[in-house]
């Protein structure tokens, strides 16, 4: 049997752009209607285009309930907040699905043509994406907890509520990724959430505290010494995180915000400690000499305090 002789580039193109003028007649050339019962049983709604969202109308003195035209505007925005939120996460997974399958082999000659031609990246920047959807998917679902019975089947959704994670903070958690999986990762998401009463936690706020847990190569640490030492962690990043939010406006407020300053310094304390003795292990002189230097720093604080 004679075996069937590649497509070039220019014929890939041409069957792309005619399959996609099928799909768009099929579907009478604009968006697809919302059927009531699709929307009743939770199953996934069309993409908004921008041309589908209404005109924005100035109503600075409007209260009260909406009008039935206000309630469908604020409907379709409130559609387009999640489409937002769940764009990434939803295409990286579509990515790692025609990946794993080589599903790309009928349009795109390599994986590396279709990434760069579908995603516009580059294709290690690709599979970062595609890890942190695995992520992503996991928070967007409670996770399932078995019951105490011989019956593996028997589960119940756990009391977590689903979450939402940026692309940014997803990348963020590469660290525990790598060195406790998928679920580690999304775990220390939902610890630094709970311990911080945040329904979203940014990638800033995210890269502060991974950098401060160990390595497993260093410091191996099951799953509820991961969550006790991710909570703390959280903690005291929030308690910076405030402290660095106050805007004083008199003498005493001033002097708070110092303060502010002062205990969330102390919160990190034990980072620090950890800090020297790593670094005494590596070079004792010089971790010696920064820590006196740090509390020649601290006794000119307390010198300049003479009322206390």
Request: hydrophobic letters at 45%; one cysteine or more; glycine letters at 4%.
């Amino acid at each position: 049997m004679s075996k069937t002789k590649p497509l070039t580039p220019e014929e890939l193109r041409a069957l792309r752009a005619e399959r996609r003028r099928r799909e768009q007649e099929a579907a009478g050339g604009g968006a697809v209607a919302l059927r009531e019962e699709d929307v009743a049983q939770g199953r996934p709604q069309p993409m908004l285009r921008w041309d589908e969202l209404p005109a924005a109308v100035d109503a600075p003195d409007a209260q009260g309930p909406l009008t039935a035209e206000e309630a469908e505007a604020w409907e379709l925005c409130r559609r387009s907040f999640t489409q937002y939120k769940d764009a990434w996460f939803v295409a990286a997974t579509a990515l790692d699905i025609s990946l794993r399958g080589r599903l790309w082999r009928m349009d795109y000659e390599t994986a590396e043509a279709f990434i760069r031609d579908v995603a516009d990246m580059s294709t290690s920047n690709a599979y970062r994406q595609i890890a942190g959807a695995r992520i992503a998917a996991l928070l967007a679902e409670p996770p399932r907890l078995e019951l105490e019975s011989n019956d593996l089947s028997r589960v119940r959704d756990s009391d977590a509520r689903p979450l939402v994670i940026s692309q940014r903070a997803a990348e963020s958690l590469s660290r525990i990724r790598e060195d406790y999986g998928t679920e580690g990762a999304a775990d220390a998401y939902r610890t630094v959430a709970e311990a911080t009463g945040r329904d979203t936690v940014s990638g800033k706020t995210l890269t502060a505290i991974v950098r401060q847990v160990p390595r497993r190569a260093a410091e191996e640490l099951d799953a509820e010494q991961r969550r006790e030492r991710i909570r703390e962690l959280a903690v005291r990043q929030a308690a910076e995180e405030a402290a660095a939010k106050v805007k004083p406006t008199g003498p005493v407020a001033v002097f708070a915000a110092y303060v502010a300053q002062a205990e969330a310094f102390t919160a990190t304390t034990a980072g620090m400690a950890d800090a020297y003795a790593a670094a005494a292990l590596e070079d004792p002189a010089e971790a010696k000499r920064l820590a006196v230097r740090l509390r020649d720093h601290l006794t000119v604080l307390v010198d300049n305090l003479p009322d206390v």
